[in-house]
Nanobody, 127 residues
Framework: QVQLVESGGGFVQAGGSLTLSCAAAVSDRPFDSYSMGWFRQAPGKEREFVSGISRSGRRTEFADSVKGRFTILRLNAKNTMYLQMNSLKPEDTAVYYC??????????????????WGQGTQVTVSS
């Protein structure tokens, strides 16, 4: 099992930047045995995929809406994943969740592929 804790959310003006962190507390398997992802959910909307990263960190995926603005990174030695968000827009406002996948990361954009979830961190972007 793994416990995930997000941090780094906050309030920022449009055009600003934030970096989210996801710290993993692992028990029966190492952090680098999990593929990881970021999702977000805005009020009244479905949870949507933002970005994902493979176990080694060599493969990444991004939603079209964040390509070129967001960067995903993991430091396996620190059991931590990051989401660097630049050029933030009001439509990026949401609760951001990190998630862990014990499988083969065959459907990285699907929330159903992930087995463990954090509690979320709020990101608010003002216009």
């Amino acid at each position: 099992q793994v416990q995930l804790v997000e941090s780094g959310g906050g309030f920022v003006q449009a055009g600003g930047s934030l970096t989210l962190s996801c710290a993993a507390a692992v028990s029966d398997r190492p952090f680098d045995s999990y593929s990881m992802g970021w999702f977000r959910q805005a009020p009244g909307k479905e949870r949507e995929f933002v970005s994902g990263i493979s176990r080694s960190g060599r493969r990444t995926e991004f939603a079209d809406s964040v390509k070129g603005r967001f960067t995903i990174l993991r430091l396996n030695a620190k059991n931590t994943m990051y989401l660097q968000m630049n050029s933030l827009k009001p439509e990026d406002t949401a609760v951001y969740y990190c998630a862990a996948d014990v499988g083969l990361w065959q459907s990285p954009t699907s929330s159903q592929a992930y087995d463990y979830w954090g509690q979320g961190t709020q990101v608010t972007v003002s216009s």
